[in-house]
């Protein structure tokens, strides 16, 4: 026989039910997972002392309860003990007795965290097509006159003895170098990368890749899924990918007065799946770089992907955007967690071969 509670507890959305005081009376098994606090802790405490820092969720559920007023799947953040906050969509409804009066509430929480990833980094992909082009044009732009800029100063060491005129040459042909650089990069975005995609074992990739990285004082920990299957990818663009993800990590330890860490950890997605128009659903592999440094703060988020963006004092701010640009040629998903302070974590999401 089914009982009320055998569908509470089957429901895919979390369920918290209050009384008119806002005193938890119902929090089914998802409420625990996505916000991580157990009901036999809930049970009977004020909502407030739950969820201290999420004061809108709170009131939401209090103006149901007072005012009537229903919300239907609203975005929110709700922070959470151990994993950071998380993008949920909140229904809201009274609950009446046999006399239909108001006796509480109930509030439907549902994870909203990939979808929310999904549209970030469909958001992402326009901004980056539209950045390409202006880059390309400006990229043609800056070019020829800097070709001349680097002659002339070429010229200059050649034609005089003067070791200052000399120095200050070589200053601008140094100066030219890392600009043309940084034009090249630029290029990048307008023209789809020079890529040969075959099998590949992620793992012999990232390991070649860490073997790149010089001895920083970092300790690099590798947990690797041996069950992985093989990806389907470029193996040259893919590293450049991950050499400058686990870089960042790397730097990001660098102040934090503990030891630094960064953890490179490979499993089977379960987030997201392949699908592509006359191809058959496939699965996603996910590489995912956890470092215990500085943290994104929660204002450069929205930037971190922007090109010529950077936090590093001597930063180009090209990495991140190229890198993603690259992830998604392979169809793949670029994913941040960060919390100012205790590290980030970036999950890339790649097709398996």
């Known amino acids: 026989m089914i009982t009320n509670e055998d569908v509470l507890e089957s429901l895919p959305d979390g369920i918290i039910g209050v009384d008119n005081r806002l005193y938890i009376r119902c929090f089914n098994q998802e409420a625990e997972a996505l916000c991580e606090v157990s009901r036999t802790t809930a049970i009977g405490r004020s909502l407030g002392y739950i969820f201290p820092k999420d004061t809108d969720f709170v009131d939401s559920i209090s103006s149901a309860i007072n005012t009537g007023r229903l919300l239907t799947d609203h975005p929110e953040t709700l922070s959470r003990r151990f ?54 044009n400006l990229a043609h732009e800056i070019k020829n006159p800097l070709g001349g800029l680097r002659g002339a100063a070429q010229l200059i060491t050649r034609k005089t003895d003067d070791t200052r005129l000399t120095d200050y040459a070589d200053l601008i042909i140094r100066e030219a170098d890392r600009l043309n650089s940084i034009v090249e990069n630029m290029l990048d975005f307008s023209r789809p990368a020079r890529m040969e995609a ?45 050499l400058n993800l686990i870089k960042n990590g790397v ?85 941040i967690d960060s919390i100012p302070g205790k590290g980030s974590t970036i999950t890339v999401y790649l097709p398996t071969a």
């Open 83 to 136: 994993a950071g906050p998380v993008a949920v969509g909140i229904t809201t409804n009274r609950i009446f007795d046999n006399n239909g009066e108001v006796i509480g509430a109930l509030a439907a929480i549902k994870d909203r965290s990939g979808i929310k990833a999904m549209e970030g980094a469909t958001l992402r992909k326009d901004r980056l097509a539209y950045i390409g082009t202006f880059a390309a």
């Open 198 to 242: 075959k099998e590949l074992n992620i793992h012999q990739l990232l390991d070649s890749t860490v073997s790149l990285l010089t001895d920083e004082g970092v300790e690099l920990i590798r947990a690797y899924d041996p069950s992985l299957p093989p990806i389907s990818g470029d193996a040259g663009t893919l590293r450049q990918v991950f």
């Open 251 to 335: 730097e990001a330890t660098a102040n934090t007065g503990r030891q630094g860490t960064v953890r490179i950890e490979t499993r089977m997605g379960t987030d997201f799946h392949l699908a592509e128009e006359g191809a058959r659903p496939g699965k996603m592999a996910e590489i995912l770089i956890h470092d215990n440094g500085t943290g994104i703060e929660k204002t450069d988020m929205e930037q971190v992907f922007t090109p010529f963006f950077t936090t590093k004092s001597k930063g180009s701010g090209l990495g991140m955007a190229l890198s993603l640009k690259i992830v998604h040629e392979h169809h793949g998903l670029i994913k």
